[in-house]
């Protein structure tokens, strides 16, 4: 992996490495975000309690909630997807199942507002991470280096 010879032009072969495979580690982790967050908002969705509401709200007021929840809503024909979803949220959710029951107009401004819990914070940043990871990715796959063909290929 790493160049035989020692001195700078062999040490910069490496740099370009990291440039032209970056755009790779962004995609994958924005695919593997919208994979959690489509889950677990489709899980929300699907709470006993106040899963209704959310959906409601969302489609009212949370755009990206809202589409968080109806990809997700295609994977939750998956068994193992729906209980880690459904089991994820009604343990982030947990302490606002009372004020969303209370006050259901407000469902989203409570879910999306300050952190609860553990769970319910590591939801928060992930429902941010995707559009950034999207824009890193769009950024890197557009600054990527590309190989030179100095020769024409043979017809």
Do not use: C
Not at 33 to 45: K, S
Not at 48 to 76: D, F, N
């Amino acid at each position: 992996m790493w160049p035989a010879r020692s001195g700078k032009a062999a040490w910069n072969r490496g740099g370009n490495v990291l440039k032209r495979y970056l755009h790779w580690f962004f995609l994958g982790a924005f695919l593997l975000t919208l994979l959690f967050d489509a889950v677990v908002w489709a899980g929300a969705a699907r709470m006993p309690k106040i899963g209704e509401q959310l959906r409601i709200s969302a489609r009212r007021e949370a755009p990206l909630t809202m589409t968080y929840m109806t990809v997700g809503g295609v994977l939750m024909t998956v068994p193992i997807l729906r209980d880690y979803g459904v089991n994820y949220a009604l343990e982030a959710f947990e302490p606002l199942i009372a004020p969303i029951r209370d006050k259901p107009l407000l469902a989203m401004e409570l879910a999306h507002g300050e952190w609860r819990n553990r769970k319910h914070r590591t939801l928060q940043w992930m429902h941010l991470a995707g559009p950034l990871l999207l824009i890193a990715w769009v950024l890197t796959y557009s600054r990527r280096s590309r190989k030179v063909h100095f020769l024409p290929g043979r017809r």
